[in-house]
């Protein structure tokens, strides 16, 4: 029956905390993204569910879509699909270069990706200044909107993401064997894309 | 990226790293309360400004819109400059721009005075310590709320309120309760005790843990706020539904912002527990080794993640609506006013699970120490708490029996709603089980586990009936709701909350509370909190509604009785209160395993060293092998063991 | 197709993926809504059925911190039906005969999945016991001194404890012939062999036909 409460070892404070043991092959880090994004898309998912109610469900939601007299640019935001879309391929070149150690190829990439989705970013801005409606004309540019709106803060954080890879990266702190702080942001800039590749054919398409 | 290795991508200071700054340019500078004052300050006048700045571009009238410069000034970026201020970021924006990142000092980690509570620590034990004192703070608020609204309850009429304020009481209570008190609550009891149940020397990522810790205050605070509002605080429930949220006074924003600094928070931590549950573990410690705590906040881990965006959807529309005059809920738009409750119920069902799933895996380690028995079924036990999760999806529209959704969705509901009832029997039996024929120490937390069992199934039998839709048709809105509600989240979650306390503070902070005060403290809790609630059943059926301020006549009596046994119940607490810091003060020192229990936690001292353990732990048997002849759960100095194992060889 | 969480290339890929998956729903949507959710319905069926199927990436192998001392020779013997069985025994025997070789008998718990999952061990683990006083009893009576314990039902998680515990030299698994195993038994022994750096023999008793020798 030990008497009191002191630390095992109350002066080994400098000594660190031992090193936690591995229980998965995932790596946590990975695996911190993963679930990041898994509510993400559940966010997503929130949005998706308004937009299915007030296209579907409503007794009262118009034959056509979007109601008379207004229109989705599709075209434009196609164009800014194949941007976003291209960004990706960019990013993938980028980390592939990384991996090869090619640092010029790296930095070159990362900054096309950052730049295509800047220009993603104020296109969709331009987009809503022409679009001819604004939020307060109906249910229709609320979902518009709203679900275009949640994936362009998406993509802001994705470019916060990028802008520290590139620091980072003139920095010289990525190498063939540590790339992990460009593959993370790399698998969250993909999913921005996967995202957008969903909402541009729910809303504008379908 | 842990705490135990530098991130090998860049190069590092040397070792024993000085700050360049005196001390009074720190208490300005540094990270630390004072500069969260002023980042506050600054942070609401940017925001400010940049409404400002924008609506005069855009040329919006007027120029000074309240509600928009207090969403993005007071509730977006003055809490931004908050946690910036007090240092949450500090260590991200260092590595952000490039320069060499410090090695780990481990100033941030762990608490040697009082003053540590109040900073930026990675820590687990000290942040669930903040934790748990935090939600009891916003507990006393909250409890406070319903001592004033059963006051005014207390006889027909209105005597001390008027209803917006009424209405504003009644909603801020159930939203502390819920948002700052039960979920977060059993978020630090985890936070302390789930590492050291793994074997790991602290959670997955120690710096986003200090900073969901700090979010919580920022909700709180929000919602608190709101009275002082024009217009008074939120009043349309805890539920806030459109359309009647959308036409608030201001206060209602305060609700819709709270809530997603509380849910981010709650996702954060989540996160960090999965990734913690996930990939921390000692050897050996395989899934079916982990102690049933670790199981109950690794299910609720994924509920919250999964579930909690749905709420911060539902708020954004309804904020959206009220700010930026979407449709998404004014039907004269082409909006869908049913949605909102769909969409909010379909967390807020699941939320109900992550309020109560912590708590089983707090009464299963308390049951099975206090009967020094092994826990009963333990595998189902386990996979009853993953029934709950899959199954907790499939029953929101229970909550919408009677809000005019399609019919054929009732029915199949019903059914989902009353199969959960499989998987909470199996653990109930389970406990009943692991209780029968063992040596039972009727110490507090053991009196808590099991007013818990009792509580919870008179709650889980009126939610039996509530989950009959015609059951429901008739009790929906009366006080019928208000009890099961409290009989399943105060004879429920906060008894478990109340068991958890109890059993780990001798853990927590080295002294041993009082047992006498423990026990009167269970018994008035248990007899008034039956004596406010139960009679609740009784005039709910007979037609009294829930959220009234006046009510016949002929409630009365009924009323005058729980609003005085509701008093009784407040004042229990300080029962609680004056044991727990009396104990923490000057209580008897606590030795290591002061209920001789079998997982990690108990292996090491009381308080725990700083990184938890020398060596990680090796794990060779179940945690509950009680009685069993040789069982062990741990090997906990394995070095040292192997080091005796080889010299007997030689001896 | 590998998830697309395991790593930027896999993610990359699932974008591809994607980008078609869509342009058939939006093509297969122009010609009727009701074929579009179909081709939704279909897809997404196809990629989580692909993605369940899929295994992960092998385990890494664990190197065995070796208790016993220079001399010594440390051997596990997991045993779980066959502990009487005579090719174990005179396997055990041979070992024996190198001086200074100490044994550890582990005999799993081995249970059927109902009980398993209904936690059901105690008579699993009375007749573990069983098995392990006889073969305690039968190595005695050849001269050979060992030690042994009731592992758990699982024999990968029993090896595990013992390796952790015992620190062997190398591993001694018997099991039943491939027919009769138990559900846990299956895949043991390379299990272990993939998992371990130490050698691992696998003896393979059928009580049957010696009940019958």
């Known amino acids: 029956m030990t008497a009191h409460a002191e630390p095992l070892h109350g002066h080994e404070d400098h000594h660190g905390p031992p090193p936690a043991n591995q229980s998965s092959r995932v790596d946590a880090r990975t695996l911190g993204m993963l679930l990041f994004i898994g509510s993400e898309i559940m966010l997503f998912g929130s949005f998706f569910a308004a937009y299915f109610f007030v296209r579907v469900v409503n007794p009262g939601a118009p034959d056509q879509w979007p109601p008379e007299p207004y229109h989705f640019p599709v075209f434009v935001a196609g164009v800014n699909t194949a941007i976003l879309v291209t960004s990706s391929f960019t990013m993938h070149w980028a980390l592939q270069c990384i991996k090869r150690g090619e640092r010029a190829g790296f930095l070159a990439g990362m900054v096309l990706t950052f730049l295509m989705g800047l220009a993603f970013l104020l296109t969709q801005v331009v987009e809503y200044l022409n679009v001819g409606f604004n939020t307060g004309d109906g249910a229709f540019a609320s979902v518009f909107f709203g679900l275009t709106g949640l994936h362009g803060a998406h993509v802001f954080v994705g470019l916060s993401l990028l802008l520290m890879v590139i620091i980072r990266g003139f920095r010289g702190h990525f190498s063939p064997e540590h790339h992990h702080g460009v593959e993370l942001p790399g698998i969250y800039w993909h999913f921005v894309d996967v995202m957008w590749i969903v909402v541009y054919a729910t809303v504008y398409l379908l | 990226m842990t705490a135990t290795h530098p991130s090998p991508d860049v190069q590092q200071y040397p070792a024993h790293f000085e700050p360049p700054h005196g001390s009074t340019w720190r208490t300005f500078f540094g990270p630390g309360l004072v500069r969260g004052a002023w980042m506050t300050v600054a942070g609401f006048l940017i925001g400010m400004l940049l409404v400002l700045a924008l609506r005069w571009w855009w040329g919006w009238e007027p120029l000074w819109n309240t509600e928009v410069i207090l969403v993005v000034g007071g509730m977006v970026l003055a809490p931004i400059g908050f946690l910036a201020g007090i240092g949450s970021f500090d260590y991200w924006l260092h590595y952000i721009s490039g320069r060499p990142t410090r090695p780990e000092d481990h100033s941030g980690h762990g608490a040697k005075t009082w003053k540590d509570y109040f900073r930026v620590n990675t820590d687990h034990k000290v942040i669930g310590i903040q934790y748990l004192v935090t939600t009891?703070?916003?507990?006393?608020?909250?409890?406070?709320?319903?001592?004033?609204?059963?006051?005014?309850?207390?006889?027909?009429?209105?005597?001390?309120?008027?209803?917006?304020?009424?209405?504003?009481?009644?909603?801020?209570?159930?939203?502390?309760?819920?948002?700052?008190?039960?979920?977060?609550?059993?978020?630090?009891?985890?936070?302390?005790?789930?590492?050291?149940?793994?074997?790991?020397?602290?959670?997955?990522?120690?710096?986003?843990?200090?900073?969901?810790?700090?979010?919580?205050?920022?909700?709180?605070?929000?919602?608190?706020?709101?009275?002082?509002?024009?217009?008074?605080?939120?009043?349309?429930?805890?539920?806030?539904?459109?359309?009647?949220?959308?036409?608030?006074?201001?206060?209602?924003?305060?609700?819709?912002?709270?809530?997603?600094?509380?849910?981010?928070?709650?996702?954060?931590?989540?996160?960090?527990?999965?990734?913690?549950?996930?990939?921390?573990?000692?050897?050996?410690?395989?899934?079916?080794?982990?102690?049933?705590?670790?199981?109950?906040?690794?299910?609720?881990?994924?509920?919250?993640?999964?579930?909690?965006?749905?709420?911060?959807?539902?708020?954004?529309?309804?904020?959206?609506?009220?700010?930026?005059?979407?449709?998404?809920?004014?039907?004269?738009?082409?909006?869908?006013?049913?949605?909102?409750?769909?969409?909010?119920?379909?967390?807020?069902?699941?939320?109900?699970?992550?309020?109560?799933?912590?708590?089983?895996?707090?009464?299963?380690?308390?049951?099975?120490?206090?009967?020094?028995k092994p826990i009963f079924g333990y595998r189902l036990m386990a996979l009853s708490l993953l029934g709950i999760l899959v199954l907790g999806f499939s029953v929101w529209a229970h909550h919408m029996f009677v809000a005019g959704m399609a019919d054929w969705l009732r029915v199949p509901m019903m059914i989902t709603t009353l199969l959960i009832a499989i998987p909470t029997g199996i653990k109930v039996f389970s406990w009943i089980a692991t209780l029968w024929r063992g040596r039972i120490h009727l110490?507090?937390?053991?009196?808590?586990?099991?007013?818990?069992?009792?509580?919870?199934?008179?709650?889980?039998?009126?939610?039996?009936?509530?989950?009959?839709?015609?059951?429901?048709?008739?009790?929906?809105?009366?006080?019928?709701?208000?009890?099961?509600?409290?009989?399943?989240?105060?004879?429920?979650?906060?008894?478990?909350?109340?068991?958890?306390?109890?059993?780990?503070?001798?853990?927590?902070?080295?002294?041993?509370?009082?047992?006498?005060?423990?026990?009167?403290?269970?018994?008035?809790?248990?007899?008034?909190?039956?004596?406010?609630?139960?009679?609740?059943?009784?005039?709910?059926?007979?037609?009294?509604?829930?959220?009234?301020?006046?009510?016949?006549?002929?409630?009365?009596?009924?009323?005058?009785?729980?609003?005085?046994?509701?008093?009784?119940?407040?004042?229990?607490?300080?029962?609680?209160?004056?044991?727990?810091?009396?104990?923490?003060?000057?209580?008897?020192?606590?030795?290591?395993?002061?209920?001789?229990?079998?997982?990690?936690?108990?292996?090491?001292?009381?308080?725990?060293?700083?990184?938890?353990?020398?060596?990680?732990?090796?794990?060779?048997?179940?945690?509950?092998?009680?009685?069993?002849?040789?069982?062990?759960?741990?090997?906990?100095?394995?070095?040292?063991?192997?080091?005796?194992?080889?010299?007997?060889?030689?001896? | 197709?590998?998830?697309?969480?395991?790593?930027?290339?896999?993610?990359?890929?699932?974008?591809?993926?994607?980008?078609?998956?869509?342009?058939?729903?939006?093509?297969?949507?122009?010609?009727?809504?009701?074929?579009?959710?179909?081709?939704?319905?279909?897809?997404?069926?196809?990629?989580?059925?692909?993605?369940?199927?899929?295994?992960?990436?092998?385990?890494?192998t664990t190197q065995v911190r070796q208790l016993g001392g220079p001399e010594e020779r440390r051997v596990l013997v997991v045993a779980n039906e066959t502990v009487a069985g005579e090719e174990l025994l005179s396997t055990i025997s041979t070992l024996a005969l190198s001086e200074q070789t100490r044994f550890r008998v582990v005999c799993p718990a081995l249970n059927s999945r109902l009980k398993t999952y209904t936690s059901d061990e105690d008579p699993a683990r009375a007749a573990a016991q069983e098995r392990l006083d006889v073969t305690l009893a039968r190595l005695a009576s050849v001269g050979i001194e060992a030690s042994g314990e009731v592992g758990d039902g699982d024999p990968l998680v029993a090896v595990d404890d013992a390796v952790r515990t015992f620190g062997p030299n190398e591993i001694v698994i018997s099991t039943h012939p491939p027919g009769r195993s138990n559900w846990l038994e299956k895949g043991v022994v390379d299990s272990v062999r993939s998992r371990y750096d130490v050698p691992v023999t696998h003896v393979v008793v059928d009580l049957a036909v010696e009940a019958g020798a």
């Open chain 2, 136 to 372: 009891f703070a916003f507990f006393t608020i909250g409890g406070l709320m319903a001592m004033f609204f059963r006051a005014e309850l207390a006889q027909p009429g209105l005597q001390f309120v008027d209803s917006q304020t009424f209405n504003g009481l009644v909603s801020v209570h159930a939203t502390l309760m819920i948002f700052l008190f039960i979920i977060p609550a059993f978020a630090g009891l985890a936070n302390f005790a789930v590492p050291l149940m793994l074997g790991a020397p602290d959670m997955a990522f120690p710096r986003l843990n200090a900073l969901s810790f700090w979010l919580l205050p920022i909700a709180g605070l929000m919602f608190v706020a709101s009275f002082l509002a024009p217009g008074g605080a939120f009043g349309a429930g805890w539920t806030g539904y459109a359309p009647l949220a959308e036409g608030q006074p201001l206060g209602q924003t305060f609700f819709n912002m709270g809530v997603q600094w509380a849910g981010a928070s709650s996702i954060m931590t989540a996160l960090n527990f999965l990734v913690t549950i996930i990939t921390m573990r000692a050897p050996g410690m395989t899934f079916w080794r982990m102690p049933l705590l670790v199981w109950a906040n690794f299910t609720t881990s994924l509920l919250v993640v999964l579930a909690t965006p749905f709420i911060a959807g539902s708020q954004f529309f309804v904020m959206f609506d009220r700010v930026m005059h979407t449709s998404f809920f004014v039907p004269e738009g082409g909006g869908y006013v049913l949605g909102y409750q769909h969409i909010f119920w379909f967390y807020s069902h699941p939320a109900v699970y992550i309020m109560m799933l912590p708590g089983f895996g707090i009464v299963s380690e308390v049951i099975s120490s206090m009967s020094r």
């Open chain 2, 443 to 651: 110490t507090t937390p053991m009196l808590f586990a099991l007013g818990f069992v009792t509580m919870f199934v008179i709650g889980g039998l009126s939610g039996i009936y509530l989950g009959s839709v015609p059951i429901d048709i008739a009790a929906s809105d009366t006080y019928f709701i208000v009890a099961h509600i409290h009989y399943v989240l105060f004879g429920g979650s906060v008894f478990t909350i109340y068991a958890g306390v109890y059993y780990w503070f001798p853990k927590m902070t080295g002294r041993m509370y009082s047992e006498t005060l423990g026990k009167w403290h269970f018994w008035m809790t248990f007899l008034s909190f039956n004596a406010t609630f139960f009679p609740m059943h009784y005039v709910g059926l007979r037609g009294m509604p829930r959220r009234v301020f006046d009510y016949d006549e002929a409630f009365g009596n009924m009323n005058l009785f729980i609003s005085i046994a509701s008093f009784v119940l407040g004042a229990s607490f300080v029962l609680f209160v004056y044991n727990v810091i009396t104990s923490w003060q000057r209580g008897p020192v606590a030795e290591a395993n002061p209920w001789r229990a079998r997982t990690l936690e108990w292996q090491v001292s009381s308080p725990p060293p700083i990184f938890n353990f020398d060596e990680i732990p090796q794990v060779v048997g179940g945690p509950y092998e009680y009685g069993v002849p040789g069982a062990r759960h741990a090997i906990l100095t394995p070095t040292k063991e192997a080091q005796k194992e080889a010299e007997e060889v030689h001896a």
């Open chain 3, 1 to 60: 197709m590998e998830s697309p969480f395991r790593s930027e290339a896999a993610a990359f890929r699932f974008l591809l993926i994607t980008i078609g998956a869509f342009a058939l729903i939006v093509l297969a949507s122009a010609a009727s809504t009701l074929l579009g959710f179909l081709t939704f319905l279909v897809l997404s069926g196809i990629a989580i059925a692909m993605y369940l199927r899929q295994r992960g990436p092998a385990p890494e």
